[in-house]
């Protein structure tokens, strides 16, 4: 049984860093796409960033140059180091693995279907 479970959310000031991580229980196919969405108040859940087992990261525009994708495939850990963050990017941060027979959310060309339990991210000005 897979379960990903997300750490690394708090509160920051705008300008600030923070880093999540997700831990991978029970997923070890190496040949599927990771990622993270997320969902702010009032919003639908939206993409911000996949990475697939070539090591090639995706980002949506709203995060370029400021998000950053990783994972440590011994660790079967993925990584979003996020800085400069901004008000906007207050939400429900949620991690993702692609489940490519049954998954039901399609994003960057991967089909996600596993989904951790989310961690809160606020960013005040």
């Known amino acids: 049984q897979v379960q990903l479970v997300e750490s690394g959310g708090g509160s920051v000031r705008a300008g600030g860093s923070l880093r999540l991580s997700c831990a991978a229980y029970g997923y070890t196919d190496r040949s599927n796409c990771m990622g993270w969405f997320r969902q702010g108040p009032g919003k639908e859940r939206e993409g911000v960033a996949t990475i697939d087992s070539d090591g090639l990261a995706r980002y949506a525009d709203s995060v370029k140059g400021r998000f950053t994708i990783s994972q440590d495939n011994a660790k079967n850990t993925l990584y979003l180091q996020m800085n400069s963050l901004k008000p906007e990017d207050t939400a429900i941060y949620y991690c993702?693995?692609?489940?490519?027979?049954?998954?039901?959310?399609?994003?960057?060309?991967?089909?996600?279907?596993?989904w951790g339990q989310g961690t809160q991210v606020t960013v005040s000005s």
């Open positions: 993702a693995a692609e489940d490519p027979l049954y998954g039901g959310t399609w994003y960057s060309s991967c089909r996600f279907g596993y």
